[in-house]
């Protein structure tokens, strides 16, 4: 497997429309064309799925379940690029990584009153279902920034 270095070098060669920049954590700007990474050097398949999201032009979203489609659009097309690019990408791999935002997703949903589930109403506000209650969730960010605080 090569090390995220090289894999750098490569995508920058592969992919000259993107501006490729370290970073505290993964993430793709559709505004600025940039994919933003950790340099460790192993997180090959986070930077190919920063690199699927590019790619797919994926920008943003209304509703919290639409985040899961792109998210799983995106590792489609992550497993894709790693056979070129000789990564190996485990299904349990995604499979957690996309549990991370159902686990999410399920606590921003979760009415902080009644502890029902709430119906998403805007990009930033749910309504319990069971007891009116309405409340306001923070931006969802990128992905992956979620994905590093979730972690800590
Ligand atoms: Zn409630
Ligand atoms: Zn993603």
Redesign the pocket.
Known sequence: MPSTISLIKKLKADYPQFSFRKSPS?S?SQSDQTIYYINTDDNCSLLL??L??ALLG?ASYDRDIQLIA??RE??DYTIKLALKYNITISDDMVQS?LDTYRDWLHKRSTCPKCLANGLQTAKNTFKCLACSHIWRVNDAK???LR?YSNNT
């Open positions: 993964f793709w799925h920063e699927s999201h994926h792109l998210e995106a590792w990584n990128t992905c992956a994905r």
